[in-house]
């Protein structure tokens, strides 16, 4: 939650502006953050507040939000696992046994 005694407090339009390049090396829009806010990515939503009629965040709660979405993983590498290996072929075990002579 919001604390705006002590949080910085940014319309959605500034904290746009407050993020890195990504993508084509422009900046998130506004209406990425509206959906961040009111959509949310995986289940997690951003931190907004009203300030009058306009919709604010915080640099705390972006951080807050961009944290729940790195999750616990941050910094560590990804395990890369093989894929299971292939099991042989099943063959018919009386096949076997008539082309050796057993029955």
């Known amino acids: 939650?919001?604390?705006?005694?002590?949080?910085?407090?940014?319309?959605?339009?500034?904290a746009a502006a407050t993020l890195p390049?990504?993508?084509?090396?422009?900046?998130?829009c506004y209406s990425t953050i509206w959906r961040w806010a009111t959509c949310g990515i995986k289940g997690m939503r951003l931190e907004t507040?009203?300030?009058?009629?306009?919709?604010?965040?915080s640099r705390e709660a972006m951080q807050r939000?961009?944290?729940?979405?790195?999750?616990?993983?941050a910094g560590v590498p990804q395990v890369v696992r093989k894929p299971p290996r292939r099991q042989p072929p099943a063959y018919?075990?009386?096949?076997?046994?008539?082309?050796?002579?057993?029955r």
Do not use: H, Y
């Open 49 to 57: 507040i009203k300030v009058g009629s306009v919709s604010c965040t």
């Open 1 to 14: 939650m919001i604390d705006i005694t002590r949080e910085t407090l940014l319309p959605l339009a500034e």
């Open 92 to 102: 018919d075990v009386e096949e076997e046994l008539r082309k050796l002579g057993f």
């Open 21 to 28: 390049p990504v993508r084509g090396g422009k900046r998130p």
């Open 65 to 73: 939000f961009f944290d729940r979405l790195t999750g616990p993983q």
